[in-house]
């Protein structure tokens, strides 16, 4: 697990390596639709088939 207290900087380490899954596989960051953000939760990916 990446985050918590022993890693302060965690969330930001986190972002920027969401984003660049997302500009790799073509994934929109203004409308996602392959990796979902829920906020208070984290990530997850899309079910649906588009």
Same mark, same amino acid.
Do not use: F, N, V, W
């Given at each position: 697990m990446l985050?918590?207290?022993?890693? +302060?900087?965690s969330i930001d380490?986190?972002?920027v390596y969401i984003s660049r899954i997302r500009q790799?596989?073509?994934d929109d960051?203004?409308? +996602?639709?392959?990796?979902?953000t829920k906020p208070?939760?984290?990530y997850m990916l899309?079910?649906?088939k588009a």
């Open positions: 985050g918590g207290e022993d890693y +302060p900087d380490a986190i972002r790799k596989i073509h960051s203004s409308e +996602p639709s392959i990796i979902l208070g939760l984290g899309s079910t649906s």
